[in-house]
């Protein structure tokens, strides 16, 4: 049913919820994981413009996207890496139409109405930028 999934990483807590469910449904469907992270300090949001070298922050992504990659990989599942640079929700729905993925998880950091307003909501942009499924794992409080 799925062939791929998505799988959108904070480099944060809300990611631990998340990977236990993305595991579960991979192994259960065998699924490809395409496991991504989106770099966007303010070098990655402007690394082509400005012609910027590799930030401290694009090694830290990328380096914590493989130790995941690993983690996963070890229990016997298919995993891809993909660190993408600038605007979180449009390069996950780019990521999304390039790689033919069927389903979308992310996790939630439980913003309220107010926080959404002011922090702004990858989820709430990539649910209603999506033509796919968004599966969102709620963090732990």
Sequence with gaps: MYETILVALDNGPADVPLLPHAAE?????????????????????????????????????????????????????????????????KEILKASVAHAVELIMMGSHGHKIIGDFFHGSTVRDVRHGSSIPVLVVPSKR
Excluded: W
């Design 25 to 89: 449904l991979a192994g259960h469907f065998g699924s490809t994981i395409l496991l991504m992270h989106v770099a966007d300090g303010y070098g990655a949001r402007y690394f082509k413009q400005l012609h910027l070298t590799e930030s401290e922050e694009m090694r830290d992504d990328a380096a914590y996207l493989e130790a995941e990659a690993e983690k996963l990989r070890a229990k016997g599942l298919t995993v891809r890496t993909l660190l993408a640079l600038g605007d979180p929700p």
